[in-house]
């Protein structure tokens, strides 16, 4: 069991302190709203298009030269804690991030993240441990902010961090809607998804990055796995509480397995990232057991999602998604529907794994249409460092 150890007490988020600055930035917040959204647990009124531009508030050049002088504290939603996935942790920093540096916000005092709160993944203090970030993720600076008083510090309130995390200039790890208003557009096309991974990769490469003790055991793992020169396709099967977006079913899947391994090279591996118990069950009636590998991860079916259950060792299901995720960021091909585990493999190959050629198929992709507005208008159809999709899985010759 996972027993709390005695340590400091959690710091308050600012709003509710204040003690430090919290940075308002949404433009209606709107309780009677909010309860038309059954998607978050929130009072607050979520959309695409629901932060403030800077001339919208109020003596903003003042107060972005004030909060250039402090340390962005990044923080978690907490009305999120009872349904938030693993990806979502780092999507917050990696949004507040960029909505802060976008905005001129930070300055010579460097951001920080804490997120000391107890949530699926993570219990406050739990093995020593009292910050889930710095627990499987390196610390984005070098600031010690044991040492730091409340008015050094400054937060995006929690309306503000929601909002930015669905906002049509965020990175998404996939399409989702707000209560009456989606992020409209060509949203889920190649072209979208091109997009996103092109504005998440320059906050990664800056300052996302694994425990180097999780990426040497994620290496060493994939060694053991797979023989040295073997070609290697990871699919991801994302079943069990998948509600966002449709559940792709394993059939799907089946004819570019089989295309894949049909040639006759006995090199070429599957490596099957999945949750769900059943999808593992359905795809080994079709692969050899010599050519299927997968991690002996936890694992549920429809509507019993392990991660979600607090019960089970919240450290082994971190350690699943992330082996998961490292393992696929290897692979030279990934399939795989919407979801945050596999775009975060994507976003991991071009963080430690750029020099070796990567093809990604989107198996959930939106038809293009040249009357779709775009969410990125500077971003060309293919765009160079980003992983080309792929319509033919076996080569031509």
């Known amino acids: 069991s996972e027993k709390t150890q005695d340590c400091d007490a959690i710091n308050p988020i600012c709003e509710r302190s204040d003690a430090c600055f919290a940075l308002d930035l949404v433009r209606e917040t709107s309780p009677e709203r909010a309860k038309l959204d059954h998607h978050h647990h929130s009072n607050v009124y979520i959309a695409s298009d629901n932060i403030k531009d800077p001339e919208e508030v109020p003596n903003f050049s003042e107060t972005a030269r004030m909060l250039r002088g402090k340390h962005l504290r990044i923080r978690s939603v907490l009305a999120w804690m009872d349904n938030a996935g693993f990806y979502t942790y780092p999507l917050l920093v990696i949004n507040q991030l960029r909505f802060a540096e976008k905005l001129g916000l ?6 920080f993240v804490y997120m000391p709160e107890t949530h699926h993944y993570f219990t406050h203090c739990s093995k020593g441990a009292p910050n889930f970030w710095e627990k499987w993720f390196e610390p984005i600076s070098s600031v010690d902010y044991k040492d730091l008083a409340d008015n050094q510090i400054w937060e995006f309130n929690q309306a503000t961090i929601q909002n930015m995390h669905h906002d049509w200039e965020a990175v998404h790890a996939y399409p989702y809607d707000t209560a009456d208003l989606y992020v409209k557009g060509d949203v889920g096309t190649q072209q979208w998804v091109e997009c996103m991974r092109k504005r998440a990769e320059p906050t990664i490469q800056r300052y996302i990055a694994v425990k180097q003790d999780v990426m040497n055991q994620a290496q060493w793992r994939y060694s ?3 023989p040295s020169g073997s070609e290697v396709m990871a699919i991801h099967l994302r079943g069990t509480d998948k509600w966002i977006t449709n559940i792709v079913q394993t059939s799907s899947y089946i004819d570019v397995v089989e295309k894949y391994l049909g040639v006759e090279n006995k090199n070429r591996y599957i490596f099957l990232a999945t949750e769900d118990s059943r999808m593992l069950e359905e795809i080994r009636r079709y692969v050899d057991s010599e ?7 936890m694992r549920g079916t429809t509507g019993d999602n392990p991660f979600y259950n607090d019960t089970l060792s919240k450290d082994q299901k971190c350690w699943d998604v992330l082996f998961d995720t490292l393992t696929m960021s290897m692979a030279g091909k990934i399939v795989k529907p919407w979801s945050a585990v596999s775009e975060f493999a994507v ?15 989107d198996m959930q992709l939106a038809p293009m249409n040249s009357s779709k507005v775009s969410n990125c208008p500077d971003v060309r159809k293919h765009v160079s460092g980003i ?3 792929f319509e033919e899985i076996t080569p031509t010759s």
């Open 106 to 111: 930070i300055g010579s005092k460097k951001p």
């Open 224 to 226: 053991k796995l797979f």
């Open 291 to 297: 050519r299927l590998i997968y991690h002996p991860a």
């Open 387 to 389: 992983p080309r999709p």
């Open 347 to 361: 976003y991991f190959h071009n963080k430690y794994f750029h020099d070796q050629s990567l093809v990604v198929r």
